[in-house]
T-cell receptor, first 113, second 113 residues
Framework: GAVVSQHPSWVICKSGTSVKIECRSL??????MFWYRQFPKQSLMLMAT?????????EQGVEKDKFLINHASLTLSTLTVTSAHPEDSSFYIC?????????FGPGTRLTVL | DAKTTQPPSMDCAEGRAANLPCNHS???????VYWYRQIHSQGPQYIIH???NNETNEMASLIITEDRKSSTLILPHATLRDTAVYYC??????????????FGKGTLLTVNP
């Protein structure tokens, strides 16, 4: 099946710093990628839709200036959590669309101290 | 997108078939049924999807009732590695940037030795 990778798999940072998470489609081109967030014991929540070469579309309640998304190529989307705070600690998961189905990355565990 | 109802948890013996039900009584004619699963601390994994015909792939079978108000995901020979939360999602297949998956609470399937 399609493979989507994320880097890093986990990151610990200090409050106030910025963290960049990469999402790559390894064996296919993805014009559209999606970013989700999952808090402990909760389900996945869609944060934004990332479109190659254009601005991302954010879900209601997600701050676009805090969660910067860049989709500069057909195989790479990045999510930057700016000025991270402990409440941003979560599991961030990206996905890419291929042939009618979404394929998900393995996720990135962010812990903000 | 139509809402779905799944039991919160199920148990299955290793080697036996696991049958996971899903109710989607408000599904409309152009909405598909998708199944994903999420193993602990990993990204969701696509399993299968269908519109009205039964579907089978190397992972599972999807049985959709004739009135399409419910479906069953069948794992023919469950293994310990199939222990995961299984999500049944119904969505209109518009593709592209409108492709949104709304994750509910899913069913925690525990496969016991």
């Amino acid at each position: 099946g399609a493979v989507v990778s994320q880097h890093p798999s986990w990151v610990i940072c200090k409050s106030g710093t910025s963290v960049k998470i990469e999402c790559r489609s390894l064996d296919f081109q993805a014009t559209t990628m999606f970013w989700y967030r999952q808090f402990p014991k909760q389900s996945l929540m869609l944060m934004a839709t990332s479109n190659e070469g254009s601005k991302a579309t954010y879900e209601q309640g997600v701050e676009k200036d805090k969660f910067l998304i860049n989709h500069a190529s057909l195989t790479l989307s990045t999510l930057t959590v700016t000025s991270a705070h402990p409440e941003d600690s979560s599991f961030y998961i990206c996905s890419a669309l291929r042939q009618g189905a979404k394929f998900f990355g393995p996720g990135t565990r962010l812990t903000v101290l | 997108d139509a809402k779905t109802t799944q039991p919160p948890s199920m148990d299955c013996a290793e080697g036996r078939a696991a049958n996971l039900p899903c109710n989607h009584s408000t599904i409309s004619g152009n909405e598909y049924v998708y199944w994903y699963r999420q193993i602990h601390s990993q990204g969701p994994q696509y399993i299968i999807h269908g519109l009205k015909n039964n579907e089978t792939n190397e992972m599972a079978s999807l049985i959709i009732t004739e009135d399409r108000k419910s479906s069953t995901l069948i794992l023919p020979h469950a293994t310990l590695r199939d222990t995961a939360v299984y999500y049944c999602i119904v969505r209109f297949d518009s593709g592209g940037s409108n492709y949104k998956l709304t994750f509910g609470k899913g069913t925690l399937l525990t496969v016991n030795p």
